[in-house]
């Protein structure tokens, strides 16, 4: 039986999100790899949709999370547990949050796929958070202590590293040097 044909059967051919019956296809929860039907949920165009972009969630659509989260399907659970702790400022989600229960390997494959609010987060004069390997530019001229230069405004550093235990500091290489930069004086390059 195809993994399609499973999904259909498992779902009664209803969305396991909200139980809207139109427009459905099977959804890989992430990061599983999609090889077995236990990685898959079986979901409506708007399920999907407002899952892969995280900007067109509509909080109301949600509410039907009250019930799907009582699924017995580990990937279900899962995804109600990642759109939960995504609204839970809404107020209902963090009551469902203290109701829910999944069990030890199901708790960690959903925490997988949700940021840690508390890592450090290293974030450039316009916002933007920069990751290793990313190109910065300079946007002010800096003297680099313990050199004889002064980088200049407009100079991009390329694979930057971050500081890991403080994210005010990143590091690279400007004019063969590596040095220390803070990120209050770089913009991240597109």
């Known amino acids: 039986m195809s993994i ?6 498992r779902s009664d051919n209803k969305c396991e999100l909200c139980g809207n019956s139109e427009n459905l296809d099977s959804y890989t929860v992430a990061p599983r790899s999609g090889d077995l039907v236990a990685d898959y949920i079986y979901a409506c165009i708007t399920c999907r ?5 995280p900007e067109q ?13 009582w699924s017995e399907v580990s990937a279900v659970q899962v995804v ?3 759109m939960l702790h995504q609204l839970r400022a809404e107020g209902w989600p963090a009551e469902l949050l203290e109701m829910m229960y999944l069990d030890e390997e199901t708790l960690a ?8 609010e508390n890592a450090i987060k290293h974030i450039d004069s316009n916002g933007n958070v920069l990751e290793a390997g990313d190109t910065v530019v300079l946007i002010q001229d800096l003297k680099v202590k ?7 405004r407009g ?11 403080n994210p005010e500091h990143i590091e690279g290489k400007v004019d063969g040097q590596h040095i220390v930069i803070l990120t209050k004086y770089v913009k991240k390059s597109k």
């Open 4 to 9: 399609q044909k499973e999904l259909i059967a």
């Open 109 to 116: 494959w959903a925490k997988e796929g949700i940021e840690d």
């Open 57 to 69: 969630v509509a909080p109301n659509h949600w509410r039907s999370l009250n019930d799907s989260m």
């Open 155 to 165: 100079t991009a550093v390329r694979r930057i590293s971050l500081v890991h235990d």
């Open 80 to 82: 109600a547990y990642r």
């Open 49 to 53: 949709t407002q899952l892969e972009n």
């Open 146 to 152: 313990g050199a004889n230069f002064t980088a200049k």
